[in-house]
T-cell receptor
Framework: AQKVTQAQTEISVVEKEDVTLDCVYE???????LFWYKQPPSGELVFLIR??????QNEISGRYSWNFQKSTSSFNFTITASQVVDSAVYFC?????????????FGAGTQVVVTP | EPEVTQTPSHQVTQMGQEVILRCVPI?????FYWYRQILGQKVEFLVS????????KSEIFDDQFSVERPDGSNFTLKIRSTKLEDSAMYFC????????????FGPGTRLTVT
């Protein structure tokens, strides 16, 4: 079963628009970690954020912000005032503490296309 | 800052050939992983490795795959007889210890099987 769902396959925006990427996860664990990664066209995975299940504070880092809501099992990501350099695939991932070996379970990714 | 490295960055091989993908994890890390990403798809877990043995593997990780930490620094993924469907990006990752849930990913090796 899909543990991490990113329902948006592709989002296209014009530069300076805001874009929000949805991530819904499923777990029975009370302790888990959520991550967002950016994958630019060059292919590497760029770490953006880690959040544990006990920390529901929203976070802002520059133009990036994250909204974690345990009640809806969502960990959404917003890029404010998007730029062309934000064009990439963005992945949400889950790691469950009950899984001793800590593997990551990734969502299918959302392709963000920012046009000038 | 320490980082995970992978070689080669791109490997082209013919169907049926054996390939070895190499990774150098961060030196004081204890847990090691391989993930695979078929073009245009999500990143999938293949295998985790701890204390010189496989700790968990996915259904994808069949008898054609093996992993090894031959010398205490390298961590390798071997595919014995490559198939067209093995064409993918392969990511290595390492993790410090059991209490740390962050994995550090290498830049990936793009494997093309012709």
């Amino acid at each position: 079963a899909q543990k991490v769902t990113q329902a948006q396959t592709e989002i296209s925006v014009v530069e300076k628009e805001d874009v929000t990427l949805d991530c819904v996860y499923e777990t029975r664990d009370t302790t888990y970690y959520l991550f967002w990664y950016k994958q630019p066209p060059s292919g590497e995975l760029v770490f953006l954020i880690r959040r544990n299940s006990f920390d529901e504070q929203n976070e802002i880092s520059g133009r990036y912000s994250w909204n974690f809501q345990k009640s809806t099992s969502s960990f959404n990501f917003t890029i404010t005032a998007s730029q062309v350099v934000d064009s990439a695939v963005y992945f949400c991932a889950l790691s469950e503490v009950a899984d001793s070996w800590g593997k990551f379970q990734f969502g299918a990714g959302t392709q963000v296309v920012v046009t000038p | 800052e320490p980082e995970v490295t992978q070689t080669p960055s791109h490997q082209v091989t013919q169907m049926g050939q054996e390939v070895i993908l190499r990774c150098v994890p961060i030196s004081n890390h204890l847990y090691f992983y391989w993930y695979r990403q078929i073009l245009g798809q999500k990143v999938e877990f293949l295998v985790s490795f701890y204390n010189n043995e496989i700790s968990e593997k996915s259904e994808i990780f069949d008898d054609q795959f093996s992993v090894e930490r031959p010398d205490g620094s390298n961590f390798t993924l071997k595919i014995r007889s490559t198939k067209l469907e093995d064409s993918a990006m392969y990511f290595c990752a390492s993790r410090y210890d059991r209490s740390s849930y962050e994995q550090y990913f290498g830049p990936g090796t793009r494997l093309t099987v012709t």
